[in-house]
């Protein structure tokens, strides 16, 4: 069955180190996206793309980056981490046929940055 | 711009009462809207879309253009309906703005 995994599931980082999260799916979609949820914040798009070589970015995507070297990953990559991005990340795909598209979720990473 | 606004951050009913969870949205095209869900350190899973006009787990949510409005309906709240629910408006590019959530508890 097709899925959308996320690694690792839990991080303990510390202010300024580097950080990816990795993401993969197997549904062979175009469209991925990245978001962080944080209570009274909702769900907030990071990055997104729509396809291999494509970036671009969303809301709060302000210490992030993102590539995509192929259609089922997109890592996402802290620069220089900081607290206020202690957060609970997923990532999300979807395909590209038009009018209610679904997006699927992977698991979540829980990050800590101390 | 588009904007999702979910009143209750939280609702608390009885279980076998109605619950209705509150969308608005704000957009200046034709809206494609989607009501998503998330139990308990769970992964978000698509509840139901307006497109589809379907009921799940017996939800139900009718998109009101004029009140610009998807609000989400369930005649009588089980145990297991308790989660997070989440609204989201989707426009022409795949991207999807969510509302904040609410935290629908049913009690026994």
């Known amino acids: 069955d097709a899925e959308i995994t996320q690694s690792p599931r839990h991080k303990i980082t510390e202010t300024g180190r580097q950080v990816t999260l990795a993401c993969h799916q197997t549904w062979n979609h175009n469209n991925m996206f990245w978001y962080r949820q944080d209570l009274g914040h909702g769900l907030r798009l990071i990055h997104y793309s729509y396809g291999v070589h494509d970036t671009n970015k969303g809301e709060v995507s302000d210490g992030y980056s993102v590539s995509r070297s192929n259609t089922e990953d997109l890592p996402l990559t802290l620069e220089s981490a900081a607290s206020s991005q202690t957060s609970v990340y997923f990532c999300?795909?979807?395909?590209?046929?038009?009018?209610?598209?679904?997006?699927?979720f992977g698991p979540g990473t829980r990050l800590l940055v101390l | 711009a588009q904007r999702v606004t979910q009143p209750e951050k939280l609702l608390s009913v009885f279980k076998g009462a109605p619950v209705e969870l509150k969308c608005n949205y704000s957009y200046s095209g034709s809206p494609e809207l989607f009501w998503y869900v998330q139990y308990s350190r769970q992964r978000l899973q698509l509840l139901l879309r307006h497109i589809s006009r379907e009921s799940i787990k017996g939800f139900t949510a009718d998109l009101n253009k004029g009140e610009t409005s998807f609000h989400l309906k369930k005649p009588f709240a089980q145990e297991e309906d308790s989660a997070m629910y989440y609204c989201a408006l989707g426009g022409s590019n795949y991207k999807l703005t969510f509302g904040k959530g609410t935290l629908l508890t049913v009690n026994p």
């Open positions: 999300a795909s979807s395909g590209s046929g038009g009018l209610g598209e679904t997006q699927y």
